[in-house]
Protein backbone atom coordinates (compact mmCIF):
# COMPACT_ATOMS: atom_id res chain seq x y z
CA UNK A 1 0.00 0.00 0.00
CA UNK A 2 1.55 3.66 -1.08
CA UNK A 3 1.49 6.23 1.62
CA UNK A 4 -0.35 9.51 0.58
CA UNK A 5 2.42 11.63 -0.69
CA UNK A 6 2.28 15.65 1.17
CA UNK A 7 3.80 18.50 -0.37
CA UNK A 8 6.66 18.28 1.81
CA UNK A 9 7.48 15.08 0.59
CA UNK A 10 8.77 17.09 -2.07
CA UNK A 11 12.99 17.67 -1.85
CA UNK A 12 11.91 20.45 -4.51
CA UNK A 13 9.53 22.07 -2.43
CA UNK A 14 11.17 21.60 1.05
CA UNK A 15 14.84 23.24 -0.53
CA UNK A 16 12.61 26.39 -2.04
CA UNK A 17 10.69 26.66 1.35
CA UNK A 18 13.93 26.38 3.29
CA UNK A 19 15.67 28.76 0.83
CA UNK A 20 12.92 31.46 0.63
CA UNK A 21 12.88 31.31 4.76
CA UNK A 22 16.71 31.95 5.01
CA UNK A 23 16.92 34.88 2.45
CA UNK A 24 13.63 35.95 3.90
CA UNK A 25 15.45 36.06 7.67
CA UNK A 26 18.60 37.40 6.51
CA UNK A 27 16.71 40.05 3.96
CA UNK A 28 14.71 41.05 7.30
CA UNK A 29 18.00 41.49 9.73
CA UNK A 30 19.92 43.49 6.95
CA UNK A 31 17.06 45.40 7.08
CA UNK A 32 16.57 46.55 10.24
CA UNK A 33 20.23 46.89 10.47
CA UNK A 34 20.91 49.29 7.41
CA UNK A 35 17.40 51.02 8.62
CA UNK A 36 19.33 51.35 12.03
CA UNK A 37 22.29 52.70 10.76
CA UNK A 38 20.40 54.75 8.40
CA UNK A 39 18.51 56.78 11.24
CA UNK A 40 21.45 57.10 13.86
CA UNK A 41 23.82 58.63 10.69
CA UNK A 42 20.64 60.71 10.29
CA UNK A 43 20.28 62.22 13.69
CA UNK A 44 24.00 62.45 14.08
CA UNK A 45 23.86 64.65 10.89
CA UNK A 46 20.89 66.62 12.69
CA UNK A 47 22.92 66.41 16.07
CA UNK A 48 25.87 68.22 14.06
CA UNK A 49 23.48 70.73 12.22
CA UNK A 50 22.09 71.86 15.64
CA UNK A 51 25.77 72.32 17.51
CA UNK A 52 27.15 74.27 14.23
CA UNK A 53 23.72 76.47 14.95
CA UNK A 54 24.53 77.01 18.72
CA UNK A 55 27.92 77.24 17.82
CA UNK A 56 27.31 80.23 15.60
CA UNK A 57 24.97 82.01 17.84
CA UNK A 58 27.81 81.69 20.69
CA UNK A 59 30.09 83.56 17.83
CA UNK A 60 27.79 86.26 17.24
CA UNK A 61 27.59 86.77 20.69
CA UNK A 62 31.22 86.67 21.32
CA UNK A 63 31.97 89.14 18.80
CA UNK A 64 29.51 91.90 20.77
CA UNK A 65 26.40 91.16 18.58
CA UNK A 66 23.81 92.44 20.34
CA UNK A 67 20.89 90.04 21.69
CA UNK A 68 18.79 92.33 19.31
CA UNK A 69 20.62 91.77 16.27
CA UNK A 70 21.50 88.41 16.41
CA UNK A 71 20.44 86.30 13.47
CA UNK A 72 18.95 82.84 13.56
CA UNK A 73 18.72 79.78 11.57
CA UNK A 74 15.09 78.89 9.98
CA UNK A 75 12.41 78.84 12.55
CA UNK A 76 10.71 76.24 10.20
CA UNK A 77 13.89 73.37 10.18
CA UNK A 78 16.05 74.72 12.58
CA UNK A 79 14.68 76.89 15.56
CA UNK A 80 17.01 78.62 17.77
CA UNK A 81 16.68 80.66 21.60
CA UNK A 82 18.95 82.63 23.96
CA UNK A 83 17.65 81.50 26.86
CA UNK A 84 18.25 83.01 30.55
CA UNK A 85 19.13 79.91 33.55
CA UNK A 86 15.58 81.04 34.88
CA UNK A 87 13.90 80.25 32.03
CA UNK A 88 13.12 83.52 30.45
CA UNK A 89 13.44 83.70 26.80
CA UNK A 90 16.03 86.72 25.86
CA UNK A 91 16.76 86.84 22.14
CA UNK A 92 14.88 84.46 18.71
CA UNK A 93 13.96 84.43 15.69
CA UNK A 94 10.81 87.14 15.54
CA UNK A 95 8.73 84.38 13.10
CA UNK A 96 9.20 81.49 15.81
CA UNK A 97 5.99 81.39 17.48
CA UNK A 98 7.47 79.36 20.54
CA UNK A 99 7.66 82.32 23.78
CA UNK A 100 8.71 78.99 25.84
CA UNK A 101 12.12 78.06 26.56
CA UNK A 102 12.03 75.04 23.63
CA UNK A 103 13.04 72.30 26.49
CA UNK A 104 13.77 72.28 30.12
CA UNK A 105 17.34 71.30 29.80
CA UNK A 106 19.90 73.75 31.76
CA UNK A 107 23.63 73.07 31.15
CA UNK A 108 26.39 74.06 33.57
CA UNK A 109 27.86 76.90 32.75
CA UNK A 110 31.99 77.71 32.71
CA UNK A 111 31.88 81.30 32.84
CA UNK A 112 32.28 82.61 37.04
CA UNK A 113 30.53 85.30 39.03
CA UNK A 114 32.51 88.68 39.02
CA UNK A 115 31.69 91.58 41.20
CA UNK A 116 32.96 95.50 40.56
CA UNK A 117 33.20 98.52 42.90
CA UNK A 118 33.67 102.11 41.81
CA UNK A 119 35.53 105.14 43.57
CA UNK A 120 34.26 108.56 44.45
CA UNK A 121 33.64 110.94 47.13
CA UNK A 122 30.57 108.52 48.99
CA UNK A 123 29.62 105.15 49.61
CA UNK A 124 25.98 104.28 47.97
CA UNK A 125 24.06 101.59 50.46
CA UNK A 126 20.84 99.72 49.39
CA UNK A 127 19.74 99.94 52.69
CA UNK A 128 18.17 103.59 52.07
CA UNK A 129 14.54 103.62 51.96
CA UNK A 130 12.28 105.03 48.98
CA UNK A 131 12.03 108.38 50.18
CA UNK A 132 15.73 109.37 50.73
CA UNK A 133 15.94 107.87 46.62
CA UNK A 134 13.32 110.16 46.14
CA UNK A 135 14.87 113.86 48.08
CA UNK A 136 18.17 112.92 46.05
CA UNK A 137 16.33 112.70 42.89
CA UNK A 138 15.09 116.11 43.18
CA UNK A 139 18.29 117.93 44.78
CA UNK A 140 20.27 116.35 42.06
CA UNK A 141 19.70 119.30 39.41
CA UNK A 142 23.20 121.19 40.06
CA UNK A 143 26.96 119.94 40.21
CA UNK A 144 30.27 120.50 38.30
CA UNK A 145 33.01 118.24 37.65
CA UNK A 146 34.36 114.85 35.73
CA UNK A 147 33.97 111.31 36.38
CA UNK A 148 34.04 108.30 35.05
CA UNK A 149 31.88 104.96 34.70
CA UNK A 150 33.35 101.27 35.31
CA UNK A 151 30.98 98.03 34.24
CA UNK A 152 30.96 95.08 35.46
CA UNK A 153 29.63 91.29 35.02
CA UNK A 154 28.43 89.19 37.90
CA UNK A 155 25.99 86.29 38.24
CA UNK A 156 22.36 87.67 37.79
CA UNK A 157 23.63 91.65 38.13
CA UNK A 158 25.71 94.15 36.92
CA UNK A 159 26.67 97.37 38.36
CA UNK A 160 27.91 100.62 37.74
CA UNK A 161 29.99 103.07 39.59
CA UNK A 162 30.44 106.88 39.16
CA UNK A 163 31.95 109.83 40.47
CA UNK A 164 33.01 113.25 39.21
CA UNK A 165 30.75 116.25 37.63
CA UNK A 166 27.85 113.93 36.91
CA UNK A 167 28.98 111.62 34.14
CA UNK A 168 26.27 108.43 33.69
CA UNK A 169 26.73 105.42 34.94
CA UNK A 170 25.19 102.12 32.74
CA UNK A 171 23.91 99.13 33.28
CA UNK A 172 23.67 95.94 30.80
CA UNK A 173 20.24 94.17 29.94
CA UNK A 174 19.39 91.69 32.22
CA UNK A 175 21.06 93.32 35.30
CA UNK A 176 20.66 95.31 38.71
CA UNK A 177 22.49 98.45 39.14
CA UNK A 178 22.44 101.77 40.30
CA UNK A 179 24.42 104.86 39.70
CA UNK A 180 25.53 107.35 42.11
CA UNK A 181 26.21 110.84 40.79
CA UNK A 182 28.08 113.97 42.71
CA UNK A 183 28.71 117.93 41.34
CA UNK A 184 26.48 118.83 39.47
CA UNK A 185 24.39 115.98 39.57
CA UNK A 186 24.40 114.25 35.84
CA UNK A 187 22.01 112.20 35.18
CA UNK A 188 23.06 108.32 35.91
CA UNK A 189 21.30 105.68 32.79
CA UNK A 190 20.38 102.12 33.15
CA UNK A 191 20.00 100.23 29.44
CA UNK A 192 17.22 97.61 28.94
CA UNK A 193 15.89 95.29 31.69
CA UNK A 194 17.66 97.43 34.52
CA UNK A 195 17.01 100.30 36.84
CA UNK A 196 19.40 103.23 37.51
CA UNK A 197 19.43 104.86 41.08
CA UNK A 198 19.88 108.21 41.99
CA UNK A 199 22.87 109.77 44.16
CA UNK A 200 22.34 111.58 47.31
CA UNK A 201 23.36 114.97 48.63
CA UNK A 202 26.98 113.65 49.96
CA UNK A 203 26.38 110.20 49.81
CA UNK A 204 25.74 106.96 47.72
CA UNK A 205 23.01 106.27 45.10
CA UNK A 206 21.48 102.39 45.12
CA UNK A 207 19.61 100.68 42.38
CA UNK A 208 16.88 98.16 42.68
CA UNK A 209 17.16 95.31 40.28
CA UNK A 210 13.86 95.77 37.77
CA UNK A 211 12.81 94.98 34.26
CA UNK A 212 11.91 97.93 32.12
CA UNK A 213 13.45 101.07 31.00
CA UNK A 214 15.92 102.95 32.47
CA UNK A 215 15.28 106.01 34.98
CA UNK A 216 17.55 108.38 35.25
CA UNK A 217 18.64 109.74 38.85
CA UNK A 218 20.56 113.40 39.86
CA UNK A 219 21.87 114.42 43.51
CA UNK A 220 23.77 117.24 44.45
CA UNK A 221 26.06 114.99 46.67
CA UNK A 222 30.07 115.02 46.50
CA UNK A 223 30.40 111.27 45.19
CA UNK A 224 28.18 108.49 43.85
CA UNK A 225 28.60 104.63 43.98
CA UNK A 226 26.51 102.05 42.37
CA UNK A 227 26.59 98.45 42.81
CA UNK A 228 24.08 95.84 41.83
CA UNK A 229 23.97 93.24 44.50
CA UNK A 230 24.96 94.78 47.14
CA UNK A 231 26.84 98.02 48.29
CA UNK A 232 29.21 100.25 46.20
CA UNK A 233 32.88 100.48 47.81
CA UNK A 234 34.51 103.43 47.99
CA UNK A 235 37.93 104.25 45.56
CA UNK A 236 38.92 104.92 42.71
CA UNK A 237 36.41 104.81 39.46
CA UNK A 238 37.13 101.24 38.51
CA UNK A 239 35.89 98.28 35.48
CA UNK A 240 36.60 94.74 34.87
CA UNK A 241 35.46 92.73 31.41
CA UNK A 242 34.45 89.05 31.86
CA UNK A 243 34.90 87.67 28.17
CA UNK A 244 32.06 85.10 27.20
CA UNK A 245 32.31 81.63 27.28
CA UNK A 246 30.88 78.00 26.12
CA UNK A 247 30.81 74.84 27.78
CA UNK A 248 29.71 71.54 27.21
CA UNK A 249 26.91 70.71 24.75
CA UNK A 250 23.69 68.52 25.56
CA UNK A 251 21.55 67.09 23.02
CA UNK A 252 17.96 65.80 23.41
CA UNK A 253 14.71 64.77 21.57
CA UNK A 254 12.13 67.43 22.05
CA UNK A 255 8.51 67.75 19.82
CA UNK A 256 8.10 71.22 18.31
CA UNK A 257 5.34 72.91 16.49
CA UNK A 258 7.31 75.10 13.47
CA UNK A 259 5.33 78.06 12.69
CA UNK A 260 4.69 76.36 8.90
CA UNK A 261 2.85 73.47 10.80
CA UNK A 262 -0.08 72.39 12.84
CA UNK A 263 1.29 69.44 14.45
CA UNK A 264 3.83 68.88 16.44
CA UNK A 265 7.24 67.61 14.69
CA UNK A 266 10.77 65.91 16.13
CA UNK A 267 13.54 67.72 16.78
CA UNK A 268 17.30 66.91 17.92
CA UNK A 269 17.72 69.82 20.51
CA UNK A 270 21.23 70.85 21.21
CA UNK A 271 21.87 72.87 24.35
CA UNK A 272 24.88 74.54 24.67
CA UNK A 273 25.55 76.77 27.90
CA UNK A 274 28.02 80.12 27.11
CA UNK A 275 28.23 84.03 28.79
CA UNK A 276 27.08 87.35 27.82
CA UNK A 277 29.57 89.92 27.40
CA UNK A 278 28.35 91.72 30.74
CA UNK A 279 28.82 88.44 32.23
CA UNK A 280 24.97 87.69 32.22
CA UNK A 281 24.94 83.37 31.90
CA UNK A 282 22.36 82.11 29.24
CA UNK A 283 21.72 79.06 27.25
CA UNK A 284 21.89 78.57 23.52
CA UNK A 285 18.78 76.16 22.22
CA UNK A 286 19.30 75.53 18.92
CA UNK A 287 17.50 72.16 17.26
CA UNK A 288 17.78 70.47 14.08
CA UNK A 289 14.40 69.28 12.55
CA UNK A 290 14.31 65.08 12.35
CA UNK A 291 11.83 65.46 9.52
CA UNK A 292 14.19 64.59 6.99
CA UNK A 293 15.46 62.29 8.75
CA UNK A 294 12.06 60.04 9.66
CA UNK A 295 10.86 60.46 6.41
CA UNK A 296 14.06 59.13 4.84
CA UNK A 297 13.64 55.91 6.88
CA UNK A 298 10.11 55.62 5.83
CA UNK A 299 11.04 55.36 2.80
CA UNK A 300 13.83 53.28 3.14
CA UNK A 301 11.35 51.18 5.25
CA UNK A 302 8.00 51.02 2.86
CA UNK A 303 10.35 50.37 -0.19
CA UNK A 304 11.58 47.44 1.68
CA UNK A 305 8.42 46.03 2.64
CA UNK A 306 7.33 46.52 -1.16
CA UNK A 307 10.45 44.99 -3.04
CA UNK A 308 11.08 41.97 -0.22
CA UNK A 309 7.88 40.08 -1.21
CA UNK A 310 8.86 40.76 -4.67
CA UNK A 311 12.64 39.51 -4.04
CA UNK A 312 11.34 36.68 -2.05
CA UNK A 313 8.92 35.17 -5.20
CA UNK A 314 12.19 35.69 -7.62
CA UNK A 315 14.17 33.51 -4.99
CA UNK A 316 11.60 31.18 -4.78
CA UNK A 317 10.56 30.62 -8.34
CA UNK A 318 14.76 30.80 -9.69
CA UNK A 319 15.17 28.10 -6.37
CA UNK A 320 12.27 25.88 -7.83
CA UNK A 321 13.68 25.79 -11.35
CA UNK A 322 17.39 24.91 -10.23
CA UNK A 323 16.20 21.89 -8.18
CA UNK A 324 13.78 20.85 -10.62
CA UNK A 325 16.78 20.55 -13.34
CA UNK A 326 19.15 19.06 -10.66
CA UNK A 327 16.59 16.46 -9.65
CA UNK A 328 15.96 16.01 -13.01
CA UNK A 329 18.46 12.57 -13.18
CA UNK A 330 17.51 12.00 -9.83
CA UNK A 331 14.06 11.17 -11.25
CA UNK A 332 15.42 9.51 -14.27
CA UNK A 333 17.37 7.06 -11.82
CA UNK A 334 14.54 6.59 -10.05
CA UNK A 335 12.38 5.77 -13.09
CA UNK A 336 15.13 3.26 -14.24
CA UNK A 337 15.79 1.60 -10.55
CA UNK A 338 11.50 0.61 -10.73
CA UNK A 339 11.92 -1.22 -13.64
CA UNK A 340 14.87 -2.91 -12.73
CA UNK A 341 12.96 -3.74 -9.22
CA UNK A 342 10.98 -6.34 -11.66
CA UNK A 343 14.02 -8.61 -11.90
CA UNK A 344 15.89 -7.70 -15.14
CA UNK A 345 19.84 -6.66 -13.51
CA UNK A 346 21.00 -6.11 -17.08
CA UNK A 347 19.39 -2.49 -17.29
CA UNK A 348 21.27 0.56 -15.98
CA UNK A 349 20.39 3.95 -14.97
CA UNK A 350 21.28 7.07 -17.22
CA UNK A 351 24.63 8.87 -15.61
CA UNK A 352 24.45 12.52 -16.15
CA UNK A 353 27.19 14.29 -18.18
CA UNK A 354 28.38 16.23 -15.01
CA UNK A 355 31.03 15.06 -12.85
CA UNK A 356 28.89 16.15 -9.78
CA UNK A 357 27.20 14.42 -6.39
CA UNK A 358 24.77 13.37 -8.96
CA UNK A 359 26.80 11.74 -11.41
CA UNK A 360 28.61 9.89 -9.12
CA UNK A 361 25.66 8.32 -7.83
CA UNK A 362 24.34 7.45 -10.80
CA UNK A 363 27.76 5.51 -11.57
CA UNK A 364 28.05 4.31 -8.48
CA UNK A 365 24.32 2.71 -8.34
CA UNK A 366 25.23 0.93 -12.12
CA UNK A 367 28.33 -0.14 -10.75
CA UNK A 368 26.08 -1.59 -7.20
CA UNK A 369 23.84 -2.96 -10.48
CA UNK A 370 26.05 -4.61 -12.26
CA UNK A 371 27.75 -6.79 -8.45
CA UNK A 372 24.11 -7.32 -7.73
CA UNK A 373 23.79 -8.95 -11.60
CA UNK A 374 27.13 -11.14 -11.15
CA UNK A 375 26.40 -11.98 -7.39
CA UNK A 376 22.60 -13.15 -8.41
CA UNK A 377 24.32 -14.71 -11.66
CA UNK A 378 27.00 -16.79 -9.71
CA UNK A 379 23.71 -17.58 -7.08
CA UNK A 380 21.53 -19.27 -10.07
CA UNK A 381 24.63 -21.47 -11.08
CA UNK A 382 25.67 -22.09 -8.09
CA UNK A 383 22.17 -23.60 -7.36
CA UNK A 384 22.37 -25.37 -10.68
CA UNK A 385 25.24 -26.84 -9.96
CA UNK A 386 24.79 -27.54 -6.76
CA UNK A 387 21.36 -29.25 -8.10
CA UNK A 388 23.29 -31.38 -10.78
CA UNK A 389 26.05 -32.37 -8.02
CA UNK A 390 23.52 -33.88 -6.32
CA UNK A 391 21.35 -35.18 -8.51
CA UNK A 392 23.64 -38.22 -9.63
CA UNK A 393 24.83 -39.38 -6.30
CA UNK A 394 21.00 -39.18 -5.38
CA UNK A 395 19.99 -40.77 -8.35
CA UNK A 396 22.58 -43.42 -8.10
CA UNK A 397 21.10 -44.17 -4.24
CA UNK A 398 17.94 -44.45 -5.64
CA UNK A 399 18.94 -47.10 -8.18
CA UNK A 400 20.51 -49.06 -5.90
CA UNK A 401 17.80 -49.27 -3.48
CA UNK A 402 15.38 -50.06 -5.80
CA UNK A 403 17.46 -52.84 -6.95
CA UNK A 404 17.58 -54.32 -3.33
CA UNK A 405 14.23 -53.68 -3.18
CA UNK A 406 13.49 -55.62 -5.70
CA UNK A 407 16.75 -58.11 -5.26
CA UNK A 408 17.99 -57.76 -1.73
CA UNK A 409 20.99 -60.29 -2.58
CA UNK A 410 21.89 -57.70 -5.24
CA UNK A 411 22.42 -55.08 -3.03
CA UNK A 412 25.84 -53.24 -2.65
CA UNK A 413 26.56 -51.72 0.37
CA UNK A 414 29.60 -50.44 -0.37
CA UNK A 415 28.00 -48.40 -3.34
CA UNK A 416 25.09 -47.35 -1.19
CA UNK A 417 27.40 -46.19 1.50
CA UNK A 418 29.78 -44.04 -0.93
CA UNK A 419 26.99 -42.19 -2.72
CA UNK A 420 25.57 -41.21 1.19
CA UNK A 421 29.04 -39.78 2.24
CA UNK A 422 29.28 -37.83 -1.11
CA UNK A 423 25.98 -36.52 -0.55
CA UNK A 424 26.90 -35.57 3.27
CA UNK A 425 30.03 -34.36 2.34
CA UNK A 426 28.51 -31.93 -0.42
CA UNK A 427 25.92 -30.90 2.14
CA UNK A 428 28.65 -29.71 4.24
CA UNK A 429 30.38 -27.60 1.49
CA UNK A 430 26.94 -26.11 0.61
CA UNK A 431 26.67 -25.11 4.12
CA UNK A 432 29.72 -23.77 4.80
CA UNK A 433 30.03 -21.99 1.99
CA UNK A 434 26.43 -20.09 2.56
CA UNK A 435 27.88 -19.37 6.10
CA UNK A 436 30.66 -18.01 4.49
CA UNK A 437 28.43 -15.62 2.09
CA UNK A 438 26.95 -14.72 4.80
CA UNK A 439 29.53 -12.70 6.27
CA UNK A 440 30.40 -14.91 9.49
CA UNK A 441 33.85 -14.57 11.14
CA UNK A 442 36.29 -16.88 12.47
CA UNK A 443 36.40 -17.78 15.69
CA UNK A 444 39.63 -16.08 17.57
CA UNK A 445 41.61 -19.04 19.09
CA UNK A 446 45.45 -19.90 18.80
CA UNK A 447 46.16 -22.16 16.09
CA UNK A 448 49.62 -23.91 16.57
CA UNK A 449 50.20 -24.80 12.60
CA UNK A 450 53.06 -27.24 13.20
CA UNK A 451 50.75 -29.44 15.60
CA UNK A 452 47.69 -28.98 13.10
CA UNK A 453 49.49 -30.37 10.00
CA UNK A 454 51.19 -33.48 12.16
CA UNK A 455 47.60 -34.25 13.32
CA UNK A 456 46.14 -34.00 9.86
CA UNK A 457 49.04 -36.21 8.23
CA UNK A 458 48.84 -38.73 10.59
CA UNK A 459 45.08 -39.46 9.47
CA UNK A 460 46.16 -40.42 6.04
CA UNK A 461 48.89 -42.50 6.60
CA UNK A 462 47.20 -45.46 4.55
CA UNK A 463 46.28 -42.85 1.44
CA UNK A 464 46.89 -44.60 -2.27
CA UNK A 465 49.62 -41.41 -2.34
CA UNK A 466 52.03 -40.68 0.56
CA UNK A 467 52.32 -36.97 2.16
CA UNK A 468 55.52 -35.98 3.09
CA UNK A 469 56.05 -32.98 5.21
CA UNK A 470 59.03 -30.32 6.33
CA UNK A 471 57.88 -28.73 9.51
CA UNK A 472 60.35 -26.35 11.55
CA UNK A 473 61.28 -26.98 15.12
CA UNK A 474 59.23 -24.42 16.97
CA UNK A 475 55.92 -23.68 16.74
CA UNK A 476 53.86 -21.28 14.39
CA UNK A 477 50.74 -19.79 15.78
CA UNK A 478 47.79 -18.42 13.87
CA UNK A 479 45.05 -16.31 14.82
CA UNK A 480 41.97 -18.17 13.75
CA UNK A 481 39.68 -21.00 13.65
CA UNK A 482 41.24 -24.51 13.71
CA UNK A 483 38.29 -26.92 12.21
CA UNK A 484 38.21 -24.33 9.40
CA UNK A 485 42.05 -24.09 8.69
CA UNK A 486 42.20 -27.58 9.33
CA UNK A 487 39.66 -28.01 6.45
CA UNK A 488 41.87 -25.62 4.11
CA UNK A 489 44.70 -28.30 5.07
CA UNK A 490 42.79 -31.31 3.84
CA UNK A 491 41.40 -29.96 0.83
CA UNK A 492 44.78 -28.99 -0.54
CA UNK A 493 46.34 -32.40 0.52
CA UNK A 494 43.03 -33.98 -1.11
CA UNK A 495 42.94 -32.31 -4.30
CA UNK A 496 47.05 -32.73 -4.53
CA UNK A 497 46.37 -36.39 -4.24
CA UNK A 498 43.82 -36.39 -6.76
CA UNK A 499 46.06 -35.03 -9.28
CA UNK A 500 49.77 -36.26 -7.97
CA UNK A 501 51.28 -39.36 -10.30
CA UNK A 502 53.21 -40.49 -6.90
CA UNK A 503 54.03 -38.22 -4.10
CA UNK A 504 52.57 -35.20 -2.16
CA UNK A 505 54.71 -32.66 0.21
CA UNK A 506 53.29 -30.58 2.63
CA UNK A 507 55.57 -27.21 3.96
CA UNK A 508 55.28 -25.00 6.78
CA UNK A 509 57.85 -21.51 7.23
CA UNK A 510 57.97 -18.21 8.53
CA UNK A 511 59.00 -15.37 7.09
CA UNK A 512 58.46 -11.52 7.98
CA UNK A 513 55.88 -12.08 10.52
CA UNK A 514 54.17 -14.54 8.00
CA UNK A 515 53.15 -18.18 7.93
CA UNK A 516 53.62 -19.93 5.03
CA UNK A 517 51.69 -23.28 4.33
CA UNK A 518 52.61 -24.83 1.03
CA UNK A 519 51.40 -28.34 -0.88
CA UNK A 520 53.07 -29.81 -3.91
CA UNK A 521 52.43 -32.80 -5.73
CA UNK A 522 54.61 -33.93 -9.31
CA UNK A 523 50.92 -34.05 -11.20
CA UNK A 524 50.34 -32.61 -14.58
CA UNK A 525 49.98 -29.02 -12.85
CA UNK A 526 47.78 -26.15 -13.55
CA UNK A 527 47.75 -24.43 -16.94
CA UNK A 528 48.50 -20.36 -15.93
CA UNK A 529 45.25 -19.59 -17.68
CA UNK A 530 43.44 -21.83 -15.28
CA UNK A 531 44.88 -20.86 -12.01
CA UNK A 532 42.23 -18.19 -11.17
CA UNK A 533 39.29 -20.20 -12.63
CA UNK A 534 39.90 -22.83 -10.53
CA UNK A 535 39.23 -20.88 -7.46
CA UNK A 536 35.37 -20.73 -8.70
CA UNK A 537 32.70 -22.80 -7.19
CA UNK A 538 32.13 -26.23 -8.91
CA UNK A 539 34.63 -25.41 -11.69
CA UNK A 540 36.96 -28.42 -12.22
CA UNK A 541 39.36 -29.15 -14.94
CA UNK A 542 38.95 -31.71 -17.73
CA UNK A 543 41.19 -33.86 -16.83
CA UNK A 544 39.57 -34.03 -13.60
CA UNK A 545 35.82 -34.15 -14.46
CA UNK A 546 35.46 -37.95 -12.97
CA UNK A 547 32.98 -37.81 -10.08
CA UNK A 548 34.08 -40.96 -8.92
CA UNK A 549 36.61 -40.11 -6.69
CA UNK A 550 33.72 -37.61 -4.85
CA UNK A 551 34.78 -34.02 -6.24
CA UNK A 552 32.51 -31.95 -6.74
CA UNK A 553 34.65 -28.77 -7.28
CA UNK A 554 33.85 -26.86 -4.42
CA UNK A 555 37.63 -27.57 -2.11
CA UNK A 556 39.08 -25.56 -3.60
CA UNK A 557 36.81 -22.67 -3.57
CA UNK A 558 35.73 -23.28 0.26
CA UNK A 559 40.05 -23.11 0.87
CA UNK A 560 40.37 -19.71 -0.88
CA UNK A 561 36.96 -17.91 1.28
CA UNK A 562 38.45 -19.91 4.24
CA UNK A 563 41.51 -17.92 3.68
CA UNK A 564 40.36 -14.31 3.31
CA UNK A 565 38.65 -14.67 6.24
CA UNK A 566 41.61 -15.16 8.02
CA UNK A 567 43.22 -11.94 6.85
CA UNK A 568 45.38 -14.14 4.15
CA UNK A 569 46.27 -14.66 0.83
CA UNK A 570 46.39 -18.42 -1.49
CA UNK A 571 48.11 -18.33 -4.85
CA UNK A 572 48.89 -21.58 -7.00
CA UNK A 573 52.21 -21.92 -8.81
CA UNK A 574 54.62 -24.37 -10.70
CA UNK A 575 56.08 -27.23 -8.43
CA UNK A 576 59.65 -28.01 -8.82
CA UNK A 577 58.77 -31.73 -9.38
CA UNK A 578 56.54 -30.39 -12.34
CA UNK A 579 53.05 -30.33 -10.85
CA UNK A 580 50.89 -27.76 -8.52
CA UNK A 581 52.14 -25.83 -5.60
CA UNK A 582 49.64 -24.33 -3.55
CA UNK A 583 51.23 -21.34 -1.53
CA UNK A 584 48.46 -20.25 1.59
CA UNK A 585 50.02 -17.24 3.31
CA UNK A 586 48.31 -16.52 7.15
CA UNK A 587 49.41 -13.47 9.22
CA UNK A 588 51.37 -15.07 12.50
CA UNK A 589 49.85 -14.21 15.99
Known sequence: MRRRSSPWSSVRARTTTAATVVVALALTATGLLVLGALRNNLVESASLQAEGNAHDIVAQLEAGTDLARLRFPDPDDEPAQVVSPDGAVLAADEELTITSPLTDVRPQATGGDQSSSGEGGGEGDEEEDEDDE????EEGTEGSGKGSSGDEQAEGSSA??????GSAGRTDAGATGSGGLAG?????AGNGAAVGGAGGPGGAGAGEAGVGAAVAGSGTGDAGSGSGAGSGGAGAPGSADAAPGAGEVTFSDVALTPPDADAPENFRLAALPSTLATGQP??????????????????????MLIGLP???GVVAAVTWLVTRRALRPVEAIRRELAEIMHGDLSRRVPEPRSRDEIGRLAVTTNETLAALEKSSERQRRFIADAAHELRSPIASLRTQLEV?????????????????VRIQQLATDLLLLARLDAGEQPRADRVDLRALIEEEISHRIGDRIPVEYTLPDQAIEVTGSRSQLARVLGNLVDNAQRHAAATVRVGLTRSAGTAIIDVADDGSGVPEADR??????????????????GGAGLGLAIVRDVVERHQGAIRVEGAPQGGARFVVELPVT
Open 282 to 303: VIIYAAASLDTAESAVADARRA
Open 404 to 420: AQAHPDLLEMDGVLGDT
Open 532 to 549: ERIFQRFVRLDEARSRDD
Open 310 to 312: LLL
Open 184 to 188: AGNAG
Open 134 to 137: EDDE
Open 160 to 165: TGSSGA
